[in-house]
């Protein structure tokens, strides 16, 4: 026996005020987010705000006194797009859910949503792959590195 319309469309409309709801705190929650990463030689952390804009850099340890400015340029670069990333996927993994179909009414179906077009293709990529992609013995292999023709070595 199939459940009276009016018993649906209350369904549906208490499920929607929940999403709402949750949509609203999740909103809040994001607005206060924030990632720092520091680079791989340590040298940079790099702060990132909700929208992924740049919030913050700092330079430890006085490293980059030691650092020619294509280095440390790069070591910015490195940190920078690692915490906006860390950011991208923080928002994508906080909004997913509100994209999924109804478990309580099958009529709504969900919505897919682009991640890739909106992130860009870095964000769909595992943890493990972006630190398998240019590593020499287990440990990532800095960007700055591979354009600089070093290896990391001393």
């Given at each position: 026996m199939t459940e009276p319309l009016e018993k649906r469309l209350?369904?549906?409309m208490a499920e929607l005020q929940a999403a709402q709801e949750a949509i609203a705190r999740?909103?809040?929650?994001?607005?206060?987010?924030?990632?720092?990463?520091l680079s791989s030689d340590r040298a940079?952390?790099?702060t990132v705000g909700p929208q992924g804009e740049l919030s913050?850099?700092?330079?430890?340890?006085?490293?980059y006194r030691d650092m020619s400015p294509q280095e440390l340029a790069a070591s910015v670069l490195e940190a920078a797009n690692a915490a906006r990333l860390?950011?991208?996927?923080h928002v994508m993994k906080a909004?997913?859910?509100?994209a999924e179909p109804s478990s309580n009414v099958p009529e709504l179906k969900g919505f897919e949503l682009d991640w890739e077009r909106i992130f860009g293709p870095e964000v769909l990529?595992?943890?493990a792959e972006d630190t398998a992609h240019g590593t020499r013995d287990g440990q990532a292999t800095p960007a700055w590195?591979?354009?600089?023709g070093e290896d990391g070595e001393d």
């Open positions: 209350e369904k549906a999740t909103e809040r929650e994001l607005r206060q987010a924030s990632f720092a990463v940079v952390r790099a913050g850099i700092e330079f430890l340890e006085n490293k860390k950011m991208n996927r909004m997913a859910p509100f990529r595992d943890d590195r591979d354009a600089l």
